[in-house]
């Protein structure tokens, strides 16, 4: 009777059940399939009416950003072009200005294009505060940041993003890009390891 009236949530069957966490121990959903498509494409329609004209440029950071870039460029509904940026940071975690080594950079000229920056979350801040000071130098007409999680717990990070698709709990999460050691990216929902 009790399992009639109290149905197991859907969140915790797919972790029960899902063959891509075969081995791996994941604790709850935190952003189920539908939760990010809802966000994602309302994120789209809000950097639609932000950019009415001028070139954009949509500048991903690899590797976690890639699904959730490749399903917001989807609902973005104006002329664009993407690239992707492959950033390493330096130093010791304690240091605040993190130093930040492109392993990809690309040719593409910014000069007077608006470009959008889209990261996969925003935890200390430090990878994107370096790398900002790096894309002003380029001379973009404009330069924004499009963060699908914030944990809000940047201490070092003077820009704001511009659009957020979530404030993220301060636990470590994994999928729909994020890893854990390689792992996890391909899930099409966001867990905690917590
Ligand atoms: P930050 O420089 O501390 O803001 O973190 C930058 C990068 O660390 C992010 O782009 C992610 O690749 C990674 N990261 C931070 N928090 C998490 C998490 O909860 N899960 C997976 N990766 C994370
Ligand atoms: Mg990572």
Known sequence: ?????????????????????????VARVVFDEQRLAQRVNALG???????????????????????????????????????????ASYGDATVSSGQVKLLYDPATSFKGKHVLVVEDVIDSGRTLAALMDRLTEREPRSLAICALLHKRISTHFNHAATFVGFDAPNEFLVGYGLDHAENFRHLPYIASLA
């Open 45 to 87: 329609a809000e950097i639609t009416a932000a950019y009415p004209e001028g070139d954009l440029v949509v500048l991903g950071l690899l590797k976690g950003s890639f699904i959730f870039l490749s399903d917001l460029v989807r609902q973005i509904l104006r002329p664009l072009q993407i690239d992707f940026l492959v950033a």
């Open 1 to 25: 009777m009790r399992a009639m009236s109290s149905p197991m949530p859907a969140a915790e069957s797919v972790l029960l059940h899902d063959p891509r966490l075969r081995g791996h121990k």
